[in-house]
């Protein structure tokens, strides 16, 4: 897609710190290094984002991660662990669209740059709601 800046990254047109190239991967430093290591996963096709990946191609996609993770997990043995994430959407704060998966090294519990703000919500529901959501859910996937 001529005006996004992964596919120009993938096609050298901006540049980019390659980490990994296949025929349909790609992947790079994320130039925010939001922890040390930060690296983006992409697939060559442009695609928005999760919701327009085909199976195909998100099998092709995840099945590399393991490998870049571990790249990621083993260049430096202050690595402890790694999150993946994957915005999708503005409201999940998705600001390029080209589909892409971050992998955040993780070094400390405390202040190692990534923090997830994530309350705690299960007094909310009663059993009665969450089999609902759960029924609602089963039925969407069928849809
Ligand atoms: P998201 O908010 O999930 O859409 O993440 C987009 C990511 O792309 C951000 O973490 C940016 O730092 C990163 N990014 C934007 N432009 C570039 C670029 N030219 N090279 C590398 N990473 C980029
Ligand atoms: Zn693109």
Known sequence: ???????????????????????DVFAFLDISQVTKGHTLVISKEHVRNIFDYSDELAATVFSKIPKIARAVKTFDPEVKG?????????????????GHVHLLPRYSEHNDGFGLKWEEHSSDYSDQELDDIQQAVIKALDN
């Open 1 to 23: 897609m001529s005006d996004c800046i992964f596919c120009k990254i993938i096609d050298g047109e901006i540049p980019g710190r390659k980490i990994y190239e296949d025929e």
């Open 82 to 98: 790694l999150n993946l994430l994957m915005n999708n959407e503005p409201i999940a704060s998705q600001s390029v669209f080209h």
